[in-house]
Protein backbone atom coordinates (compact mmCIF):
# COMPACT_ATOMS: atom_id res chain seq x y z
CA UNK A 1 0.00 0.00 0.00
CA UNK A 2 2.23 2.76 -1.04
CA UNK A 3 5.01 3.70 1.31
CA UNK A 4 2.18 3.09 4.58
CA UNK A 5 1.75 0.47 6.90
CA UNK A 6 -0.38 -2.70 5.87
CA UNK A 7 -3.55 -2.41 7.65
CA UNK A 8 -7.08 -4.30 7.08
CA UNK A 9 -9.52 -1.38 5.12
CA UNK A 10 -13.27 -1.53 4.03
CA UNK A 11 -14.73 -0.98 1.00
CA UNK A 12 -15.46 2.39 2.52
CA UNK A 13 -11.74 3.11 2.65
CA UNK A 14 -10.62 1.53 -1.14
CA UNK A 15 -8.60 3.87 -3.07
CA UNK A 16 -10.74 5.79 -5.63
CA UNK A 17 -8.68 4.22 -8.78
CA UNK A 18 -9.28 0.61 -7.85
CA UNK A 19 -13.22 0.99 -6.57
CA UNK A 20 -13.85 0.07 -10.44
CA UNK A 21 -11.78 -3.00 -10.26
CA UNK A 22 -13.76 -3.96 -6.84
CA UNK A 23 -17.17 -3.45 -8.92
CA UNK A 24 -16.08 -5.65 -12.05
CA UNK A 25 -14.61 -8.48 -10.05
CA UNK A 26 -18.23 -8.64 -8.37
CA UNK A 27 -20.09 -8.18 -11.51
CA UNK A 28 -17.63 -11.08 -12.70
CA UNK A 29 -17.91 -13.39 -9.82
CA UNK A 30 -22.38 -12.86 -10.60
CA UNK A 31 -22.19 -13.70 -14.29
CA UNK A 32 -20.32 -16.80 -12.81
CA UNK A 33 -16.74 -15.93 -15.24
CA UNK A 34 -14.47 -16.58 -12.19
CA UNK A 35 -11.47 -15.83 -14.09
CA UNK A 36 -11.97 -12.81 -15.33
CA UNK A 37 -12.73 -11.80 -11.19
CA UNK A 38 -9.58 -13.45 -10.08
CA UNK A 39 -7.44 -10.91 -12.65
CA UNK A 40 -8.99 -8.10 -11.01
CA UNK A 41 -9.30 -8.90 -7.40
CA UNK A 42 -5.28 -9.94 -7.03
CA UNK A 43 -4.19 -6.40 -8.81
CA UNK A 44 -6.63 -5.24 -6.22
CA UNK A 45 -4.68 -7.52 -3.37
CA UNK A 46 -1.33 -6.00 -4.74
CA UNK A 47 -1.95 -2.60 -3.74
CA UNK A 48 -4.07 -2.81 -0.94
CA UNK A 49 -3.02 -6.47 1.13
CA UNK A 50 -5.57 -5.10 3.73
CA UNK A 51 -8.81 -5.57 1.62
CA UNK A 52 -10.32 -8.84 3.15
CA UNK A 53 -13.55 -8.70 1.27
CA UNK A 54 -11.15 -8.88 -1.94
CA UNK A 55 -9.53 -11.77 -0.50
CA UNK A 56 -12.60 -13.57 0.54
CA UNK A 57 -14.36 -13.01 -2.90
CA UNK A 58 -10.95 -14.28 -4.78
CA UNK A 59 -10.95 -17.09 -2.51
CA UNK A 60 -15.08 -17.97 -3.70
CA UNK A 61 -13.94 -17.11 -7.40
CA UNK A 62 -11.20 -19.74 -7.07
CA UNK A 63 -13.21 -22.23 -5.51
CA UNK A 64 -15.68 -21.62 -8.98
CA UNK A 65 -12.65 -22.22 -11.37
CA UNK A 66 -11.09 -25.25 -9.81
CA UNK A 67 -14.64 -26.96 -8.74
CA UNK A 68 -12.98 -27.50 -5.39
CA UNK A 69 -15.52 -28.42 -2.47
CA UNK A 70 -15.44 -28.42 1.21
CA UNK A 71 -13.01 -31.59 2.29
CA UNK A 72 -11.05 -31.45 -1.07
CA UNK A 73 -8.45 -29.87 -0.68
CA UNK A 74 -4.64 -31.82 -1.50
CA UNK A 75 -2.86 -33.91 1.32
CA UNK A 76 -0.03 -31.57 2.28
CA UNK A 77 1.59 -30.80 5.47
CA UNK A 78 2.47 -27.25 6.73
CA UNK A 79 4.97 -25.89 4.48
CA UNK A 80 4.66 -28.17 1.38
CA UNK A 81 2.63 -26.57 -1.64
CA UNK A 82 5.42 -23.42 -1.50
CA UNK A 83 4.39 -22.70 1.79
CA UNK A 84 7.89 -22.82 3.15
CA UNK A 85 9.54 -21.07 0.65
CA UNK A 86 6.72 -18.30 0.80
CA UNK A 87 7.13 -18.25 5.00
CA UNK A 88 11.25 -17.44 3.59
CA UNK A 89 10.32 -14.51 1.61
CA UNK A 90 7.99 -13.14 4.42
CA UNK A 91 10.80 -12.76 6.51
CA UNK A 92 12.12 -10.21 3.64
CA UNK A 93 8.80 -8.99 1.65
CA UNK A 94 5.55 -9.79 3.18
CA UNK A 95 3.52 -7.69 0.21
CA UNK A 96 5.15 -10.03 -2.45
CA UNK A 97 4.70 -13.04 -0.40
CA UNK A 98 0.93 -12.22 -0.14
CA UNK A 99 1.04 -11.80 -3.79
CA UNK A 100 2.16 -15.02 -3.89
CA UNK A 101 0.29 -17.31 -1.84
CA UNK A 102 -3.03 -15.90 -3.95
CA UNK A 103 -1.34 -17.26 -7.14
CA UNK A 104 -0.98 -20.87 -5.00
CA UNK A 105 -4.29 -21.04 -3.63
CA UNK A 106 -5.68 -19.56 -7.44
CA UNK A 107 -5.14 -23.51 -8.05
CA UNK A 108 -5.84 -24.99 -4.83
CA UNK A 109 -8.14 -22.46 -2.82
CA UNK A 110 -8.19 -25.29 0.28
CA UNK A 111 -4.36 -26.01 0.36
CA UNK A 112 -3.71 -26.39 4.35
CA UNK A 113 0.03 -25.77 3.77
CA UNK A 114 -0.51 -22.01 2.31
CA UNK A 115 -3.46 -20.89 4.23
CA UNK A 116 -1.89 -21.83 7.22
CA UNK A 117 1.29 -19.84 5.73
CA UNK A 118 -1.19 -16.71 4.95
CA UNK A 119 -2.32 -17.18 8.72
CA UNK A 120 1.13 -16.81 10.05
CA UNK A 121 2.27 -13.60 7.34
CA UNK A 122 -1.49 -12.38 8.67
CA UNK A 123 -0.44 -12.33 12.24
CA UNK A 124 2.78 -10.77 11.67
CA UNK A 125 1.35 -8.22 9.83
CA UNK A 126 -1.32 -7.54 12.52
CA UNK A 127 -3.88 -8.41 9.77
CA UNK A 128 -5.86 -10.41 12.18
CA UNK A 129 -9.18 -10.86 10.27
CA UNK A 130 -7.27 -11.60 7.50
CA UNK A 131 -5.15 -14.69 10.05
CA UNK A 132 -8.71 -16.01 10.87
CA UNK A 133 -10.01 -16.27 7.19
CA UNK A 134 -7.03 -17.90 6.33
CA UNK A 135 -7.59 -20.51 9.40
CA UNK A 136 -10.98 -20.62 8.27
CA UNK A 137 -10.20 -21.82 4.96
CA UNK A 138 -8.28 -23.95 5.77
CA UNK A 139 -10.31 -25.97 8.25
CA UNK A 140 -13.54 -25.55 5.59
CA UNK A 141 -11.28 -27.50 2.91
CA UNK A 142 -9.84 -29.81 5.80
CA UNK A 143 -12.44 -30.74 8.18
CA UNK A 144 -10.95 -34.09 9.45
CA UNK A 145 -7.77 -32.22 10.66
CA UNK A 146 -8.33 -31.50 14.51
CA UNK A 147 -5.10 -29.80 14.20
CA UNK A 148 -5.93 -26.90 12.15
CA UNK A 149 -9.53 -26.37 14.16
CA UNK A 150 -7.78 -26.24 17.56
CA UNK A 151 -5.12 -23.72 16.12
CA UNK A 152 -8.12 -21.60 15.11
CA UNK A 153 -10.52 -21.87 18.08
CA UNK A 154 -6.91 -20.83 20.23
CA UNK A 155 -6.38 -17.94 18.42
CA UNK A 156 -10.00 -16.59 19.04
CA UNK A 157 -9.76 -16.89 22.14
CA UNK A 158 -6.58 -15.02 22.00
CA UNK A 159 -8.46 -12.22 20.69
CA UNK A 160 -10.82 -12.50 23.02
CA UNK A 161 -13.92 -14.02 20.18
CA UNK A 162 -15.16 -16.37 22.83
CA UNK A 163 -18.18 -16.85 20.95
CA UNK A 164 -16.28 -18.00 17.52
CA UNK A 165 -14.42 -20.47 20.02
CA UNK A 166 -17.13 -22.43 21.44
CA UNK A 167 -18.50 -22.79 17.44
CA UNK A 168 -14.84 -24.18 16.74
CA UNK A 169 -14.64 -26.55 19.74
CA UNK A 170 -18.36 -27.28 19.06
CA UNK A 171 -17.54 -28.97 15.47
CA UNK A 172 -14.27 -30.92 16.72
CA UNK A 173 -16.50 -32.12 19.59
CA UNK A 174 -19.31 -33.16 16.73
CA UNK A 175 -16.37 -35.42 14.58
CA UNK A 176 -14.79 -36.82 17.58
CA UNK A 177 -16.19 -36.71 20.79
CA UNK A 178 -13.33 -38.27 23.07
CA UNK A 179 -11.14 -34.86 21.52
CA UNK A 180 -11.22 -33.63 25.74
CA UNK A 181 -9.52 -30.45 25.07
CA UNK A 182 -12.05 -29.45 22.61
CA UNK A 183 -14.92 -30.84 25.09
CA UNK A 184 -13.18 -28.25 27.90
CA UNK A 185 -12.47 -25.49 25.18
CA UNK A 186 -16.02 -25.48 24.54
CA UNK A 187 -17.22 -25.29 27.68
CA UNK A 188 -14.66 -22.88 28.86
CA UNK A 189 -15.12 -20.41 25.80
CA UNK A 190 -19.38 -20.54 26.00
CA UNK A 191 -19.09 -19.57 29.37
CA UNK A 192 -16.79 -16.64 29.07
CA UNK A 193 -19.57 -15.63 25.66
CA UNK A 194 -22.28 -15.41 27.81
CA UNK A 195 -20.38 -13.64 29.88
CA UNK A 196 -19.69 -11.28 27.71
CA UNK A 197 -22.68 -10.69 26.44
CA UNK A 198 -23.56 -10.27 29.89
CA UNK A 199 -21.51 -7.32 30.17
CA UNK A 200 -22.77 -6.16 26.61
CA UNK A 201 -26.15 -6.15 27.86
CA UNK A 202 -25.75 -4.53 31.03
CA UNK A 203 -23.75 -1.43 29.11
CA UNK A 204 -25.90 -0.83 26.42
CA UNK A 205 -29.19 -1.75 28.29
CA UNK A 206 -30.11 -3.90 24.85
CA UNK A 207 -30.86 -7.48 25.41
CA UNK A 208 -30.36 -10.45 22.64
CA UNK A 209 -30.18 -13.79 22.71
CA UNK A 210 -26.76 -15.37 21.61
CA UNK A 211 -28.19 -15.79 17.78
CA UNK A 212 -28.85 -11.89 17.77
CA UNK A 213 -25.20 -11.42 19.20
CA UNK A 214 -23.98 -13.23 16.57
CA UNK A 215 -25.69 -11.39 13.83
CA UNK A 216 -24.60 -8.12 15.43
CA UNK A 217 -20.98 -9.49 15.68
CA UNK A 218 -21.15 -10.23 11.78
CA UNK A 219 -22.91 -6.46 10.78
CA UNK A 220 -20.02 -4.99 12.88
CA UNK A 221 -17.71 -6.51 10.60
CA UNK A 222 -19.32 -6.09 7.35
CA UNK A 223 -18.51 -3.32 5.28
CA UNK A 224 -20.83 -0.87 4.81
CA UNK A 225 -21.81 2.13 2.13
CA UNK A 226 -21.62 5.49 2.69
CA UNK A 227 -25.19 5.75 3.12
CA UNK A 228 -25.87 2.73 5.51
CA UNK A 229 -22.76 4.38 7.86
CA UNK A 230 -24.33 7.67 8.16
CA UNK A 231 -28.02 5.89 8.78
CA UNK A 232 -25.59 3.90 11.56
CA UNK A 233 -24.53 7.48 12.50
CA UNK A 234 -27.64 8.27 12.95
CA UNK A 235 -28.72 5.63 15.20
CA UNK A 236 -25.75 5.88 17.25
CA UNK A 237 -25.92 9.81 17.76
CA UNK A 238 -29.68 9.14 19.24
CA UNK A 239 -28.28 6.55 21.69
CA UNK A 240 -25.71 8.33 22.93
CA UNK A 241 -28.17 11.56 23.40
CA UNK A 242 -30.12 9.26 25.44
CA UNK A 243 -26.97 7.94 27.71
CA UNK A 244 -23.64 9.56 27.07
CA UNK A 245 -21.53 7.90 29.23
CA UNK A 246 -22.28 4.86 27.65
CA UNK A 247 -18.67 3.31 26.75
CA UNK A 248 -20.00 0.79 23.86
CA UNK A 249 -21.88 3.15 22.25
CA UNK A 250 -19.47 5.82 22.32
CA UNK A 251 -16.48 3.65 20.76
CA UNK A 252 -19.16 2.94 17.57
CA UNK A 253 -19.86 5.82 17.14
CA UNK A 254 -16.55 7.16 17.02
CA UNK A 255 -15.42 4.13 14.29
CA UNK A 256 -18.55 4.73 12.40
CA UNK A 257 -17.10 8.57 11.90
CA UNK A 258 -13.74 7.22 11.54
CA UNK A 259 -15.31 5.02 8.62
CA UNK A 260 -16.93 8.09 6.73
CA UNK A 261 -13.52 9.58 7.14
CA UNK A 262 -15.27 12.50 9.54
CA UNK A 263 -12.30 13.19 11.54
CA UNK A 264 -13.09 15.71 13.58
CA UNK A 265 -16.08 13.99 14.92
CA UNK A 266 -14.18 10.87 15.29
CA UNK A 267 -11.50 12.65 17.48
CA UNK A 268 -14.19 13.79 19.91
CA UNK A 269 -15.81 10.84 20.14
CA UNK A 270 -12.46 8.59 20.67
CA UNK A 271 -11.15 11.00 23.03
CA UNK A 272 -14.45 10.84 24.96
CA UNK A 273 -14.00 7.20 24.78
CA UNK A 274 -10.43 7.25 25.89
CA UNK A 275 -11.78 9.43 28.97
CA UNK A 276 -14.52 6.70 29.77
CA UNK A 277 -12.14 4.22 29.55
CA UNK A 278 -10.32 5.21 32.55
CA UNK A 279 -7.31 5.81 30.02
CA UNK A 280 -7.69 2.58 27.21
CA UNK A 281 -3.87 3.59 25.58
CA UNK A 282 -5.19 2.06 22.67
CA UNK A 283 -8.32 4.48 22.31
CA UNK A 284 -5.92 7.22 22.97
CA UNK A 285 -3.67 6.47 20.48
CA UNK A 286 -6.96 6.75 18.23
CA UNK A 287 -8.23 9.72 19.39
CA UNK A 288 -4.38 11.24 18.69
CA UNK A 289 -4.38 9.77 14.85
CA UNK A 290 -8.08 11.01 14.16
CA UNK A 291 -7.03 14.78 15.39
CA UNK A 292 -4.25 14.38 13.06
CA UNK A 293 -6.24 13.32 10.34
CA UNK A 294 -8.51 16.33 11.29
CA UNK A 295 -5.60 19.16 10.75
CA UNK A 296 -4.38 17.51 7.60
CA UNK A 297 -7.84 17.41 5.96
CA UNK A 298 -8.19 21.42 7.33
CA UNK A 299 -5.02 22.20 5.60
CA UNK A 300 -6.15 20.10 2.47
CA UNK A 301 -9.12 22.35 2.22
CA UNK A 302 -7.73 25.65 2.50
CA UNK A 303 -5.26 24.09 0.05
CA UNK A 304 -7.73 23.52 -2.47
CA UNK A 305 -9.23 26.81 -1.84
CA UNK A 306 -5.90 28.82 -2.08
CA UNK A 307 -5.21 27.14 -5.36
CA UNK A 308 -8.62 27.80 -6.42
CA UNK A 309 -8.40 31.38 -5.68
CA UNK A 310 -4.60 32.54 -6.04
CA UNK A 311 -5.16 36.26 -5.88
CA UNK A 312 -6.51 36.06 -2.91
CA UNK A 313 -4.02 37.61 -0.70
CA UNK A 314 -5.98 36.67 2.75
CA UNK A 315 -6.34 33.65 1.99
CA UNK A 316 -2.83 32.44 0.84
CA UNK A 317 -1.64 34.22 4.13
CA UNK A 318 -3.78 32.61 6.02
CA UNK A 319 -2.80 28.95 4.13
CA UNK A 320 1.38 29.87 4.97
CA UNK A 321 0.11 30.70 8.82
CA UNK A 322 -1.82 27.58 9.28
CA UNK A 323 0.85 25.01 7.33
CA UNK A 324 3.55 26.48 9.30
CA UNK A 325 1.29 26.25 12.60
CA UNK A 326 0.62 22.47 11.68
CA UNK A 327 4.30 21.38 11.17
CA UNK A 328 5.35 23.27 14.57
CA UNK A 329 2.06 21.82 16.18
CA UNK A 330 2.85 18.07 14.76
CA UNK A 331 6.46 17.99 16.02
CA UNK A 332 5.38 18.86 19.57
CA UNK A 333 2.59 16.02 19.51
CA UNK A 334 5.03 13.14 18.31
CA UNK A 335 7.99 14.62 20.98
CA UNK A 336 4.59 13.83 23.79
CA UNK A 337 4.27 10.43 22.76
CA UNK A 338 7.37 9.34 22.37
CA UNK A 339 8.32 10.69 25.83
CA UNK A 340 5.32 8.13 26.66
CA UNK A 341 6.76 5.69 24.76
CA UNK A 342 10.59 5.93 23.69
CA UNK A 343 10.48 2.38 22.81
CA UNK A 344 7.78 2.43 19.83
CA UNK A 345 9.67 2.50 16.43
CA UNK A 346 6.54 3.98 15.18
CA UNK A 347 6.30 6.86 17.25
CA UNK A 348 9.91 7.32 16.62
CA UNK A 349 9.31 6.66 13.08
CA UNK A 350 6.01 9.59 13.41
CA UNK A 351 8.73 11.77 15.42
CA UNK A 352 11.14 11.78 12.51
CA UNK A 353 8.59 12.62 9.98
CA UNK A 354 7.67 15.33 11.83
CA UNK A 355 11.55 17.00 12.14
CA UNK A 356 11.77 16.00 8.33
CA UNK A 357 8.91 17.97 7.24
CA UNK A 358 9.83 20.73 9.41
CA UNK A 359 13.50 21.22 8.14
CA UNK A 360 15.01 19.55 10.81
CA UNK A 361 17.22 16.97 9.27
CA UNK A 362 19.62 16.24 12.00
CA UNK A 363 16.75 16.20 14.35
CA UNK A 364 15.28 13.58 12.50
CA UNK A 365 18.17 10.91 11.87
CA UNK A 366 18.40 9.44 15.37
CA UNK A 367 14.60 8.56 15.81
CA UNK A 368 14.47 7.18 12.18
CA UNK A 369 17.48 5.31 12.79
CA UNK A 370 15.86 3.51 16.01
CA UNK A 371 12.51 3.01 13.64
CA UNK A 372 14.42 0.31 11.40
CA UNK A 373 14.04 -1.80 14.28
CA UNK A 374 10.10 -2.19 12.86
CA UNK A 375 10.47 -4.91 10.36
CA UNK A 376 6.86 -4.30 9.27
CA UNK A 377 7.80 -0.26 8.45
CA UNK A 378 11.44 -0.71 7.67
CA UNK A 379 11.29 -0.06 4.43
CA UNK A 380 9.88 3.40 4.61
CA UNK A 381 12.19 4.17 7.18
CA UNK A 382 15.00 3.62 5.15
CA UNK A 383 13.52 5.50 2.29
CA UNK A 384 12.64 8.56 4.58
CA UNK A 385 16.01 8.22 6.18
CA UNK A 386 17.93 8.21 2.47
CA UNK A 387 15.73 11.28 1.89
CA UNK A 388 17.07 13.10 4.57
CA UNK A 389 20.49 12.01 4.41
CA UNK A 390 20.12 13.91 0.92
CA UNK A 391 18.73 17.12 2.26
CA UNK A 392 21.79 17.51 4.47
CA UNK A 393 23.99 16.91 1.18
CA UNK A 394 25.19 13.50 2.29
CA UNK A 395 24.89 11.37 -0.91
CA UNK A 396 26.54 8.85 -0.51
CA UNK A 397 24.80 8.06 2.90
CA UNK A 398 21.29 8.75 1.08
CA UNK A 399 22.55 6.48 -1.90
CA UNK A 400 23.22 3.48 0.81
CA UNK A 401 19.80 3.82 3.13
CA UNK A 402 17.76 3.92 -0.50
CA UNK A 403 20.17 1.13 -2.08
CA UNK A 404 19.86 -1.50 1.74
CA UNK A 405 16.05 -0.81 1.11
CA UNK A 406 15.92 -1.54 -2.59
CA UNK A 407 17.34 -4.48 -1.85
CA UNK A 408 15.30 -5.77 0.77
CA UNK A 409 11.89 -5.48 -1.61
CA UNK A 410 12.10 -8.30 -4.49
CA UNK A 411 8.77 -7.51 -6.01
CA UNK A 412 8.43 -4.17 -7.70
CA UNK A 413 5.07 -2.65 -6.01
CA UNK A 414 4.85 0.78 -5.64
CA UNK A 415 6.88 1.02 -2.95
CA UNK A 416 10.42 -0.29 -4.49
CA UNK A 417 9.36 2.09 -7.50
CA UNK A 418 9.58 5.12 -5.27
CA UNK A 419 12.79 3.76 -3.74
CA UNK A 420 14.08 3.28 -7.20
CA UNK A 421 13.34 6.70 -8.53
CA UNK A 422 14.83 8.07 -5.59
CA UNK A 423 17.92 6.73 -6.18
CA UNK A 424 17.79 7.49 -9.68
CA UNK A 425 17.51 10.83 -8.69
CA UNK A 426 20.24 11.16 -6.56
CA UNK A 427 22.42 8.99 -8.58
CA UNK A 428 21.71 12.00 -11.46
CA UNK A 429 22.18 14.79 -9.19
CA UNK A 430 26.01 13.03 -8.14
CA UNK A 431 27.03 12.98 -11.88
CA UNK A 432 26.43 9.28 -12.12
CA UNK A 433 24.17 9.24 -14.71
CA UNK A 434 24.91 5.24 -15.99
CA UNK A 435 23.47 4.07 -12.48
CA UNK A 436 20.40 6.70 -12.53
CA UNK A 437 19.40 5.49 -15.75
CA UNK A 438 19.75 2.11 -14.33
CA UNK A 439 16.97 2.72 -11.73
CA UNK A 440 14.75 4.55 -14.22
CA UNK A 441 14.85 1.35 -16.53
CA UNK A 442 14.14 -0.67 -14.11
CA UNK A 443 10.68 1.32 -13.19
CA UNK A 444 10.46 1.64 -17.07
CA UNK A 445 10.01 -1.86 -18.02
CA UNK A 446 6.96 -2.55 -15.86
CA UNK A 447 5.35 0.49 -15.82
CA UNK A 448 5.49 3.14 -18.61
CA UNK A 449 3.81 5.94 -16.94
CA UNK A 450 5.53 6.30 -13.65
CA UNK A 451 6.10 9.69 -12.97
CA UNK A 452 8.72 10.67 -15.95
CA UNK A 453 10.25 7.93 -15.86
CA UNK A 454 9.41 7.58 -19.94
CA UNK A 455 11.18 10.80 -20.86
CA UNK A 456 14.28 10.05 -19.04
CA UNK A 457 14.63 6.68 -20.44
CA UNK A 458 14.10 7.34 -23.91
CA UNK A 459 15.55 10.78 -23.77
CA UNK A 460 18.67 9.29 -23.08
CA UNK A 461 18.37 7.00 -26.58
CA UNK A 462 18.66 10.72 -28.18
CA UNK A 463 21.79 11.77 -26.73
Excluded at 74 to 86: E, P
Excluded at 275 to 284: W, Y
Excluded at 372 to 388: A, E, S
Aim: proline share 3%; aromatic share 6%.
Amino acid sequence: MSDQEIREITEVELPANLKDHWKSAKASVERNNPGYAIKFLQAILKEVPGFLNARKLVRQAAIMATGASPGSAKKSMFGSGGGGAISRQAKKDAPGALVAIEKELEKDPFNLGINETLHDIGLRLNLLDTAAFALETARKGNPENTKVAHKLAQFYVARDMHMEAASVYRDIVKNDPADGAAVKGEKDSSAKASMQQNLTDDNSGIKVDSAGAAELEKASRTALTKDQLQDRAAELVGEYQQDANNLAVVKQLANTYEQLEEWANAYQFYDWAHQLSDGDVALKNKAASMKDNAADQYIKDVTAAAEADPDNEELQAQLAEISASRVKERVEECEERVKQNPTDPKLRYDLGLAYYDSGEHSEAIPHLQQATRNPHIRTKVLLLLGRTFAAKGMTDLAIKQLSDANSELTVMDNVKKEILYELGCIYHEAGRKDEALDCFKQIYEVDYGYRDVAARVEGSYED
